[in-house]
């Protein structure tokens, strides 16, 4: 049986909800062997039984690849389209609401709660002029949209905010 897997080449290929699906793994199994398949499975976008069936040198290449991305530093990425949605990073941190605040005080040291922290600081771009622009105004989270972004994206945010 043969079957394509595709790498992802980049974070910018991995989404923050596929990132936090795998800490989650990380974290609830010391097995370093189950974890690595883990990862394959969740970032490569296959199954598991499919992942067992690889030879262990192909599993143990692509797991060096992976773990290679994540060393990279991530700048910040200030805007960003999402499902047709331009995002922008707030433009002025110094003049965030309290609610912002708050919020951002409470998601940003959790990363299962990350993609509502991406919430705060990404919004939908109001108005886009020369390179400048305004995002609307923060309301509670609601969804789990961010969970789609791209997790260069996120991490670039949480390396700039820390």
């Excluded at 990073?89 to 609401?97: G, K």
């Excluded at 709660?113 to 509670?140: C, F, W």
């Amino acid at each position: 049986m043969e079957v394509t897997l595709r790498i992802p080449e980049n974070l910018k290929e991995i989404t923050l909800g596929q990132y936090q699906k795998y800490l989650k793994i990380e974290k609830e199994n010391k097995d370093e062997t189950f974890v690595a398949q883990k990862m394959i499975e969740i970032f490569c976008n296959t199954r598991l039984d499919y992942v067992m069936k690889m030879r262990w040198r192909d599993v143990n290449e692509i797991v060096t690849d992976l773990g290679v991305m994540f060393e990279e530093d991530q700048k910040l990425q200030k805007q960003f389209t999402l499902n047709g949605t331009n995002y922008g990073f707030i433009p002025n941190l110094d003049e965030i609401s309290f609610g912002e605040f708050v919020d951002l005080d409470t998601y940003l040291s959790d990363w299962d709660q990350m993609h509502k922290a991406m919430q705060v600081l990404y919004r939908p771009v109001d108005i886009s002029v020369r390179g400048r622009y305004n995002i609307k105004e923060y309301t509670a989270i609601t969804d789990d949209t961010m969970k789609e972004m791209p997790l260069a994206y996120a991490l670039g945010a949480v390396f700039f905010f820390y």
